[in-house]
């Protein structure tokens, strides 16, 4: 049985691993971090269900016109609740991409995530996103 340090590690990896799938354009493989029903709820949006995810996140990304600049999502305050095969995490997030006068913050906000353990391995059931801090806002 893993202790409560391995099992935030495991955790810790998954949120890096969403980002990475997500800035990398592997939406299959971002989708495959929910659980089948899993909800992934945005502010362009919300989805349940991994082929629903998928097309939200193509269909926010295509919105644009055109690919939007290459940047990197950055995950920091995580604090972790766990409660057997579950878990509660909050944390923030932002995005630094390049922008005509160099890098800048394009986006940032908080996660609110419900994650379950399947097969083994943590996955999103919820993955709420409050983007507070947006061109405009």
């Given amino acids: ?50 082929p629903a995810i998928v097309q939200l996140v193509r269909d926010i990304r295509a919105k644009g016109g055109v690919t939007p600049a290459r940047g ?31 890098p800048k913050v394009g986006s940032g906000g908080a996660y609110a995530d419900e994650l379950v353990k399947v097969g083994g391995a943590w996955r999103f059931h919820l993955r709420k996103i409050d983007r507070f801090i947006a061109p405009g806002k």
């Avoid at 766990?82 to 944390?91: C, M, N």
């Fill in 72 to 102: 990197i999502h950055m995950v920091a305050n995580v604090v972790i609740a766990l409660a057997g095969e579950r878990a509660r995490v909050r944390s923030n997030w932002t995005v630094v991409q390049n922008g005509p006068d160099g």
């Fill in 1 to 50: 049985m893993a202790s409560a340090l391995e099992e935030k590690d495991a955790i810790r990896d998954l949120l890096s691993e969403y980002c990475f799938a997500l800035d990398e354009g592997r939406f299959d493989d971002m989708a495959a971090l929910f659980t089948e029903d899993g909800t992934w709820d945005t502010a362009f949006g919300s989805a349940t269900g991994r």
